[in-house]
């Protein structure tokens, strides 16, 4: 197909356009708000609307492809688990289990529709129109946000017998992977799934914030204490990030130890994977560079010399708009 329709449901937005096979953004990029906490049929309503806003009358045949948080069935295009996406009764959250999201949408619009984890498909957007364009053996792609979320896609010659790539790896349930949950320090801090030690309880945004407001708990100079007008609480990775950009110690500092945890599960990725691209991805990867250096350090001492030094690391190519090029790019594969 020349273009598809390319969607990135999350709880709070949509993101949606129409994508060419250059992986060009080929409409206007619509943003609207999911209803992400509002029930099924909300979330349903909102993405059919902007489905018809971007073919307006063109109502031909075009592939739909949508990246969603949580467990995706892909096969039977249902979503299995989402934490992202649900119903509030009272002050009580009920997340989606089992909805069947291709099923409810196929009820209104008549175009294919192909559903897929967004981490896994960020991944196969920066295979296919980022950093590994199409040519990496094997990619492997860090999302760092709320959560610590990834996919690895390889080519087939990566893979013993019979195979056609790219192949997205997603597990003998579709749960997979999730590389964020793996462990790094037994015993240590829990995270938002529950688990105790995993990078995400490292390197998911709350964990980064916590580190950079208990170092202001001490005597030091920074910023910071200014930027939120001493509402400690109000920090965020974006506001780390421009202090560190002023050179704060405090914000450089947080950045650093980020890259230091983060670096352990880059290593562990080259010992199980053997890739030959790392990618990091989503919102907080544009502090990268304060990363980077320990990231690549730590990474080094937990593998082999002849698996690291055929392995390249860096940002991913497309920060923003990930979700929406992995979308399309399922939809083109498919």
């Avoid at 950079?212 to 974006?238: F, G, W």
Wanted: glycine residues 12%; charged residues 20%.
């Amino acid at each position: 197909m020349d273009k598809v329709i390319g969607i990135d449901l999350g709880g709070t937005n949509i993101k949606a356009a129409l994508v060419n096979k250059k992986g060009e953004l080929v409409s206007d990029r619509i943003e609207i708000k999911s209803g992400g906490t509002c029930g099924v049929d909300t979330v349903i309503d909102n993405i059919v609307g902007v489905i018809n806003q971007i073919l307006g009358n063109n109502k031909s045949d075009i592939n739909i492809g949508l990246a969603i948080p949580g467990h995706v069935d892909s096969n039977h295009g249902i979503v299995k688990w989402s934490p992202n996406l649900g119903s509030y009764k009272g002050s009580e959250f009920t997340c989606w289990k089992n909805v069947p999201v291709v099923s409810y949408l196929k009820k209104k619009v008549n175009n294919k529709i192909y559903i897929g984890n967004d981490a896994n498909l960020a991944a196969l957007s920066e295979y296919t129109f980022g950093i590994g364009r199409n040519t990496a053996e094997c990619l492997v792609m860090i999302t760092l946000g709320t959560g610590v979320g990834s996919g690895v896609v390889m080519d087939s010659k990566c893979i013993s017998g019979n195979s056609r790539g790219p192949l997205l790896l997603l597990g003998g349930n579709h749960a997979g992977l999730e590389l964020g949950h793996l462990c790094i320090k037994p015993d240590g801090l829990s995270s938002r799934a529950g688990l105790y030690g995993t990078v995400e309880s490292y390197c998911g945004k709350q964990a980064i914030i916590d580190r950079a407001i208990h170092k202001l708990r001490y005597p030091c100079k920074s910023i910071l204490r200014e930027m939120v007008d001493n509402q400690l609480q109000n920090i965020t990775p974006k506001i780390l990030f421009l202090a560190a950009e002023q050179n704060d110690e405090i914000a450089i500092e947080t950045w650093n130890e980020t890259g230091r945890y983060l670096g352990i599960l880059l290593g562990n990725c080259i010992n199980i994977f053997s890739p030959d691209m790392i990618s990091i991805g989503g919102k907080i990867a544009k502090a990268w560079k304060y990363m980077e250096k320990n990231a690549i350090s730590e990474a080094k001492k937990c593998t082999t010399p002849n698996h690291f030094q055929g392995t390249i690391i860096q940002a991913a190519s497309h920060l923003d708009s990930a979700g929406i090029l992995g979308a399309a790019a399922l939809a083109m594969q498919s």
